[in-house]
């Protein structure tokens, strides 16, 4: 059983910078590839970025390409998600999530999500 828990959201003014952090807890192992998520008022949730641990290969949604980074520690079983250049747009809860199967397509564990709030 794990548990995820994001933090480091907050209201922030447009071009400024944020870092999410998503700690794991409970019994595991490290995860195969932890990724971050986001929802907005009215809006589907979407993928943001990913991470795979074995050679760091990243992914990264087109809206957030050249301003969000994703990173972390595996071995502390901890992501980051750290925003630059923020806009209104990227106003959504953010969720973090961790691939303990790379047998299937998917995440196996979800946070409880951490809210980011972007004025103009």
């Known amino acids: 059983q794990v548990q995820l828990v994001e933090s480091g959201g907050g209201l922030v003014q447009a071009g400024g910078s944020l870092i999410l952090s998503c700690v794991a807890s409970g019994r595991t192992l490290s995860s195969y590839a932890m990724g971050w998520f986001r929802q907005a008022p009215g809006r589907e949730r979407e993928s943001v970025a990913a991470?795979?641990?074995?050679?760091?290969?990243?992914y990264y949604a087109d809206s957030v390409k050249g301003r969000i980074t994703i990173s972390g520690d595996n071995a502390k079983n901890t992501v980051y998600l750290q925003m630059d250049s923020l806009k209104p747009e990227d106003t959504a809860v953010y969720y973090c999530a961790a691939d303990h199967d790379q047998t299937r397509v998917g995440y196996d564990y979800w946070g409880q999500g951490t809210q980011v709030t972007v004025s103009s």
């Open positions: 991470i795979r641990w074995s050679d760091d290969r990243t």
